[in-house]
Protein backbone atom coordinates (compact mmCIF):
# COMPACT_ATOMS: atom_id res chain seq x y z
CA UNK A 1 0.00 0.00 0.00
CA UNK A 2 1.34 3.21 -0.82
CA UNK A 3 2.56 5.72 2.13
CA UNK A 4 -0.16 7.92 1.86
CA UNK A 5 -2.97 5.60 2.00
CA UNK A 6 -5.06 5.48 5.72
CA UNK A 7 -6.20 1.98 4.21
CA UNK A 8 -7.29 0.03 1.13
CA UNK A 9 -10.85 0.61 0.46
CA UNK A 10 -11.78 -1.19 -2.66
CA UNK A 11 -8.83 -3.91 -3.92
CA UNK A 12 -8.49 -4.42 -7.64
CA UNK A 13 -10.03 -8.06 -7.75
CA UNK A 14 -13.16 -5.86 -5.88
CA UNK A 15 -13.44 -3.11 -8.60
CA UNK A 16 -12.88 -5.79 -11.71
CA UNK A 17 -15.80 -7.84 -10.37
CA UNK A 18 -17.89 -5.08 -9.46
CA UNK A 19 -17.29 -3.35 -12.86
CA UNK A 20 -17.91 -6.31 -14.90
CA UNK A 21 -21.05 -6.58 -13.13
CA UNK A 22 -22.38 -3.16 -14.07
CA UNK A 23 -21.22 -3.50 -17.24
CA UNK A 24 -23.10 -6.03 -18.30
CA UNK A 25 -26.42 -4.78 -17.04
CA UNK A 26 -25.63 -1.54 -18.73
CA UNK A 27 -25.27 -3.19 -22.21
CA UNK A 28 -28.21 -5.54 -21.90
CA UNK A 29 -30.05 -1.88 -22.47
CA UNK A 30 -27.79 -1.29 -25.09
CA UNK A 31 -28.42 -4.41 -27.68
CA UNK A 32 -30.38 -2.83 -30.36
CA UNK A 33 -28.76 0.64 -29.81
CA UNK A 34 -25.49 2.31 -30.36
CA UNK A 35 -24.66 4.43 -27.37
CA UNK A 36 -22.23 6.81 -26.98
CA UNK A 37 -20.04 6.64 -24.18
CA UNK A 38 -18.80 9.96 -22.75
CA UNK A 39 -15.95 9.49 -20.20
CA UNK A 40 -15.32 12.60 -17.87
CA UNK A 41 -11.72 13.53 -18.02
CA UNK A 42 -9.48 12.79 -16.19
CA UNK A 43 -10.82 10.74 -13.16
CA UNK A 44 -13.03 8.26 -15.27
CA UNK A 45 -10.19 6.64 -17.83
CA UNK A 46 -9.00 3.64 -15.70
CA UNK A 47 -12.63 3.17 -14.99
CA UNK A 48 -13.88 3.96 -18.28
CA UNK A 49 -11.36 1.62 -20.52
CA UNK A 50 -12.29 -1.36 -17.93
CA UNK A 51 -15.92 -1.22 -18.60
CA UNK A 52 -16.01 -0.22 -22.15
CA UNK A 53 -13.73 -3.50 -22.83
CA UNK A 54 -17.09 -5.14 -21.38
CA UNK A 55 -19.48 -3.84 -23.20
CA UNK A 56 -21.25 -5.79 -26.38
CA UNK A 57 -23.72 -3.36 -27.98
CA UNK A 58 -21.78 -0.94 -30.61
CA UNK A 59 -20.52 1.42 -28.43
CA UNK A 60 -19.05 4.76 -30.13
CA UNK A 61 -15.83 6.61 -27.54
CA UNK A 62 -15.43 10.37 -26.79
CA UNK A 63 -14.40 12.26 -24.00
CA UNK A 64 -14.89 15.51 -22.29
CA UNK A 65 -13.69 17.35 -19.61
CA UNK A 66 -15.63 19.91 -17.23
CA UNK A 67 -14.82 21.57 -13.68
CA UNK A 68 -16.97 24.01 -11.73
CA UNK A 69 -16.13 28.15 -11.54
CA UNK A 70 -14.32 28.37 -8.36
CA UNK A 71 -13.86 25.77 -5.70
CA UNK A 72 -15.98 23.89 -2.83
CA UNK A 73 -19.20 23.39 -2.98
CA UNK A 74 -20.39 26.80 -3.34
CA UNK A 75 -20.72 26.70 -7.29
CA UNK A 76 -21.59 29.64 -9.20
CA UNK A 77 -24.19 27.57 -11.44
CA UNK A 78 -21.66 26.89 -14.32
CA UNK A 79 -19.89 24.53 -15.61
CA UNK A 80 -16.98 25.16 -17.24
CA UNK A 81 -15.84 22.72 -20.67
CA UNK A 82 -12.53 22.29 -20.50
CA UNK A 83 -12.08 19.84 -23.38
CA UNK A 84 -15.35 19.08 -25.28
CA UNK A 85 -16.40 16.07 -27.52
CA UNK A 86 -16.19 15.62 -30.80
CA UNK A 87 -19.37 13.81 -31.66
CA UNK A 88 -23.02 15.46 -32.71
CA UNK A 89 -24.94 14.27 -29.69
CA UNK A 90 -28.35 15.05 -31.40
CA UNK A 91 -30.70 11.73 -31.65
CA UNK A 92 -27.59 9.95 -29.49
CA UNK A 93 -28.11 7.20 -26.59
CA UNK A 94 -25.59 9.02 -24.74
CA UNK A 95 -23.96 7.57 -21.46
CA UNK A 96 -21.78 9.72 -19.55
CA UNK A 97 -18.85 7.74 -17.78
CA UNK A 98 -18.04 9.60 -14.54
CA UNK A 99 -15.37 8.35 -11.49
CA UNK A 100 -17.51 9.98 -8.50
CA UNK A 101 -20.84 11.49 -7.78
CA UNK A 102 -20.33 14.17 -4.47
CA UNK A 103 -22.00 17.14 -4.90
CA UNK A 104 -23.67 15.84 -7.53
CA UNK A 105 -22.87 19.41 -9.73
CA UNK A 106 -20.70 18.36 -12.28
CA UNK A 107 -23.39 15.78 -13.46
CA UNK A 108 -26.80 17.57 -12.94
CA UNK A 109 -25.38 20.17 -15.05
CA UNK A 110 -23.54 17.78 -17.82
CA UNK A 111 -26.70 15.96 -17.65
CA UNK A 112 -28.85 19.47 -18.82
CA UNK A 113 -26.56 19.98 -21.41
CA UNK A 114 -26.23 16.76 -23.67
CA UNK A 115 -30.18 16.90 -22.89
CA UNK A 116 -30.12 20.78 -24.01
CA UNK A 117 -27.91 19.28 -27.11
CA UNK A 118 -30.35 17.12 -28.06
CA UNK A 119 -29.37 13.83 -27.07
CA UNK A 120 -31.91 11.66 -27.22
CA UNK A 121 -31.09 9.80 -23.60
CA UNK A 122 -28.69 10.26 -21.07
CA UNK A 123 -27.84 7.51 -19.03
CA UNK A 124 -25.26 8.17 -15.61
CA UNK A 125 -22.77 5.51 -14.88
CA UNK A 126 -20.80 6.29 -11.99
CA UNK A 127 -17.69 4.54 -9.87
CA UNK A 128 -18.35 5.91 -6.45
CA UNK A 129 -21.31 7.30 -4.99
CA UNK A 130 -20.71 9.70 -1.82
CA UNK A 131 -24.87 9.51 -1.04
CA UNK A 132 -24.23 11.62 1.68
CA UNK A 133 -23.50 14.55 0.10
CA UNK A 134 -25.96 15.72 -2.79
CA UNK A 135 -26.71 19.32 -2.86
CA UNK A 136 -27.83 19.15 -6.43
CA UNK A 137 -31.01 16.53 -7.97
CA UNK A 138 -29.44 13.60 -9.93
CA UNK A 139 -28.43 10.66 -8.90
CA UNK A 140 -26.46 7.58 -11.05
CA UNK A 141 -28.46 5.16 -12.91
CA UNK A 142 -26.04 2.86 -12.19
CA UNK A 143 -23.22 2.68 -9.57
CA UNK A 144 -20.52 0.33 -8.65
CA UNK A 145 -20.01 1.39 -4.92
CA UNK A 146 -21.75 3.66 -2.52
CA UNK A 147 -18.82 5.06 -0.20
CA UNK A 148 -18.85 7.14 3.29
CA UNK A 149 -17.89 11.01 3.46
CA UNK A 150 -13.99 10.24 2.87
CA UNK A 151 -11.88 11.33 0.06
CA UNK A 152 -10.53 8.54 -1.81
CA UNK A 153 -7.43 8.32 -4.31
CA UNK A 154 -6.38 5.69 -6.90
CA UNK A 155 -8.08 3.69 -9.74
CA UNK A 156 -8.01 7.27 -11.95
CA UNK A 157 -9.36 9.26 -8.58
CA UNK A 158 -6.55 12.03 -7.90
CA UNK A 159 -5.74 14.37 -4.98
CA UNK A 160 -3.67 17.34 -6.62
CA UNK A 161 -3.06 15.25 -9.84
CA UNK A 162 -1.63 12.39 -8.00
CA UNK A 163 -2.22 8.79 -6.99
CA UNK A 164 -3.93 8.44 -10.40
CA UNK A 165 -1.86 5.28 -11.52
CA UNK A 166 -2.83 3.44 -8.26
CA UNK A 167 -4.55 0.04 -8.78
CA UNK A 168 -6.79 0.03 -5.88
CA UNK A 169 -8.78 3.04 -4.16
CA UNK A 170 -7.22 3.95 -0.89
CA UNK A 171 -8.26 6.41 1.43
CA UNK A 172 -5.70 9.42 1.89
CA UNK A 173 -4.36 10.52 5.15
CA UNK A 174 -6.33 13.02 6.48
CA UNK A 175 -2.51 15.02 7.41
CA UNK A 176 -2.20 15.17 3.92
CA UNK A 177 -5.18 17.43 2.87
CA UNK A 178 -6.09 18.98 6.45
CA UNK A 179 -3.43 21.50 7.37
P1 LIG B 1 -19.47 16.99 -7.69
O1 LIG B 1 -19.55 17.88 -8.89
O2 LIG B 1 -19.52 17.76 -6.41
O3 LIG B 1 -20.42 15.84 -7.71
O4 LIG B 1 -17.99 16.42 -7.67
C1 LIG B 1 -17.53 15.46 -8.52
C2 LIG B 1 -16.04 15.61 -8.71
O5 LIG B 1 -15.36 15.90 -7.47
C3 LIG B 1 -15.42 14.31 -9.19
O6 LIG B 1 -15.41 14.25 -10.59
C4 LIG B 1 -14.04 14.37 -8.61
O7 LIG B 1 -13.16 15.01 -9.49
C5 LIG B 1 -14.14 15.20 -7.38
N1 LIG B 1 -14.15 14.38 -6.13
C6 LIG B 1 -15.14 14.31 -5.21
N2 LIG B 1 -14.81 13.49 -4.21
C7 LIG B 1 -13.57 13.02 -4.48
C8 LIG B 1 -12.69 12.09 -3.79
O8 LIG B 1 -12.97 11.54 -2.72
N3 LIG B 1 -11.50 11.85 -4.41
C9 LIG B 1 -11.14 12.45 -5.58
N4 LIG B 1 -11.93 13.30 -6.26
C10 LIG B 1 -13.14 13.58 -5.71
MG1 LIG C 1 -13.25 14.55 -11.62
Redesign the pocket.
Known amino acids: MHNDCERIMLTPEQIRARVKEVAHEVDARYQDKRPLAIG?LK??VIFYVDFIRELTCPVELDFMAVS?YGSG?VSSGKLRIKKDIDSDVAGRDVIIV??????????ANLKALLLERGARSVLIVTL?N?EG?R??DVEPDYNCFDIEN????GYG???DERYRNLPYIGI?KRELYEK
Open positions: IGSSTEDIIDSGFTLLKREYEFVILDYL
